[in-house]
């Protein structure tokens, strides 16, 4: 309720009635609200606060509005209660200036108290009649898993990265690098001391980013699960990193063979070789080092576990081990129905923690391109099909991003974004927001980098049909279409003018995006996709000459501007990604 709302209402040619039964009585550090306000009102309705809570009700009336009344107009069911009366009495002497003064002096230090509660975004009201309003996250765990196969990131884009967590109130990063020595192959070995110092560097950036640095290890490819010493081996890795700060662990089984065994033993304790008796052997893992470690180590969050069956929604002889017998403190990760599926659904989330016996967390293969679908694929499509109410399904999303740490920042804008509050996400904003950030707020750079993402759009999946998450290029396959349809409707000119625009601003656009974008990451790792795009661009451009001299009889002319669109396209597409830098190489 503003001032200047009430002054507009008691300026209007009516009788003006404030409803001070939740707000008089010295709730708001005055006895009546409306004194805090600037207005006389007519009319003023009273209740229980009069009588400090017996039942009562009371309308007091301005001498100027008394002839609008008759007797019987105001009815009260205990208005004249003697006992009510008389305790009415009492509190109106009560509230002098000196509880009044407290009230406003306690509603100070309540709304400085609230003021500094995590989620609150701003604290409104007057004494001790006050509300808070709250932005909390839909999701506990938002953020990015580093899980992906070939070259992992550099250590400055870890820290890059975790300062953009922060900055997007994304609270989660799982370290889980496929090609670090030490978190697959070699899980047995100690990190060098070089390694655990820089691993330190990256908790206390995430601590300071109030991001939880969750530290996974993948022991599934050689270890033997009846070996003590094996065991021994994981809680002192995990006790390593404990002693740098880190408060949240992983165990990874996924992309392992769980049809054998890696060592006679698990045989002999836990029968031949099946998903099932994998299970048996894992969960006996699991749950010790729950018992064993977390459970002993203070601050220690529950453990997570990447299971090998970690896609899809049926029921198996190995989940139905994990269901029954796995610690039901133990977070289990799940990627969807695929490995890399083409939407994630609140069905098939919940029909996934059905076959689990818990509610799932999701690993959330995108941006991801690490997988032959992908080839010379860079993915800056939005974050988008992932259905609103998955909060209630799931714990939370980590997405798997890009080799490429900084174009990766486009799609985790929109994870942040969904995990924060799924039922109002909206995927353009999203995508127009992550543009936004990288452009600084300069609306050409915006629209460039917008263009720019639509020609990266395509998101492939792993499914075997060949389904894809998003299309590639959808608003210029649209502006395409409508040249198409004007063309064929006769306005040749018509056509070439819609379209040329946009085919300069894609021209334009990576010059335009180097010159800018204040990230060198995001232009260093887009570097390959920017040549190739300029070269398409123009090619679009002299392609268009070409027709309108074609169209006004210029038959040299055009044929110039065809070869050279030509020597375009071929440059073009002999652009190659950068070596060593994305798995799978390609163009």
């Given at each position: 309720?503003?001032?200047?709302f ?18 008089g ?42 002839g ?26 009560a ?20 003021s ?7 604290v409104h ?26 070259s992992p ?6 820290l890059d ?9 994304l ?16 899980w ?12 330190r ?18 022991p ?41 065994w ?10 031949a ?18 018992a ?14 990447v299971?090998?069956e970690y ?7 190995y ?23 083409d ?48 909060a209630?399904?799931v ?32 995927p ?40 894809v ?9 649209a ?23 946009y ?8 010059a ?46 055009a ?5 050279t ?15 060593g ?7």
């Open positions: 309720l503003t001032d200047e009430v002054l507009a209402a008691r300026a209007l040619d009516a009788l003006l009635c404030v409803d001070e039964i939740q707000t009585v010295g709730r708001t550090g005055s006895f009546f609200g409306f004194e805090q306000l600037g207005v006389r009102p007519d009319l003023v309705t009273m209740a229980k606060a009069l009588a400090n809570g017996l039942p009562i009700g009371a309308l007091l009336v301005a001498d100027g509005a008394t609008a009344f008759a007797p019987g107009d105001h009815g009260s069911t205990f208005g004249g209660n003697p006992v009510s009366c008389a305790a009415a009495c009492a509190v109106v002497e509230v002098d200036d000196a509880l009044l003064a407290n009230v406003r002096a306690q509603g100070t230090a309540l709304a400085d108290g609230l500094a509660l995590p989620g609150v975004r701003a009201g007057r004494g001790l009649l006050l509300g808070a309003v709250v932005d909390r996250p839909a999701m506990r765990h938002r953020g990015a898993i580093e899980g992906f196969y070939g990131w550099a250590a400055e884009e870890r990265q975790l300062a953009f967590y922060g900055r997007f109130k609270n989660t990063y799982v370290y889980a690098p496929k090609d670090d020595p030490y978190h697959r192959d070699q047995r070995e100690a990190y060098p001391s070089d390694r655990l110092e820089g691993l560097t990256l908790v206390d950036t995430a601590i300071a980013n109030h991001v939880r640095f969750t530290f996974a290890v993948s599934g490819v050689s270890i033997c699960y009846s070996d003590p010493a094996d065991l021994a081996a994981l809680t002192a890795k995990l006790e390593a990193v404990y002693a740098l700060g880190v408060r949240s662990f992983s165990i990874a089984l996924d992309d392992i063979d769980h049809t054998r890696n060592c006679p033993a698990d045989g002999d304790r836990y029968g070789a099946s998903t099932a008796a994998a299970a048996r052997a894992q969960v006996e893992l699991l749950n010790a080092v729950q064993g470690f977390v459970a002993t180590h203070d601050s220690a969050e529950p453990l997570q576990v299971p090998t896609q899809g929604t049926r029921d198996s002889p989940r139905t081990v994990l269901r029954t017998q796995l610690d039901p403190q133990i977070e289990i990760m799940w990627t969807g129905a695929y490995v890399v599926p939407a994630i659904t609140v069905a098939q989330a919940e029909a996934a923690a059905g076959t689990f016996g818990r509610p799932v967390y999701v690993w959330d293969n995108t941006p991801v391109n690490d997988y032959p679908p992908t080839e010379g694929r860079l993915v800056l499509a939005p974050y988008a099909r992932r259905e609103p109410g998955l209630g399904q714990t939370g999303i980590v997405l798997n991003p890009m080799n490429q740490a900084a174009a990766s920042k486009v799609q985790l804008v929109g994870g942040a974004d969904f995990t924060w509050n799924d039922t109002a996400y909206d353009a904003r999203a995508h127009r927001a992550a543009a936004d950030h990288l452009a600084a707020g300069d609306p050409r750079t915006t629209e460039a980098l917008l263009a720019f993402f639509d020609l990266e759009n395509l998101a492939p999946t792993s499914a075997g049909s060949g389904i998450s998003q299309p590639q290029a959808p608003a210029l396959a502006r395409l279409d409508a040249f198409r349809t004007t063309w064929s409707g006769g306005d040749r000119a018509g056509a070439i003018a819609g379209l040329r625009p085919a300069e601003m894609l021209a334009g656009a990576p335009l995006i180097r010159a800018n974008v204040a990230d060198a990451g995001f232009v260093a790792d887009c570097a390959p996709w920017l040549d190739a795009t300029a070269l398409w661009g123009a090619a679009l451009v002299t392609t268009l000459d070409a027709i309108a001299a074609e169209a006004a009889g210029d038959t040299a002319g044929a110039v501007s065809r070869a669109a030509g020597d375009l396209v071929a440059q073009a597409t002999a652009v190659e990604t950068v070596p830098e994305t798995r799978p190489q390609g163009r």
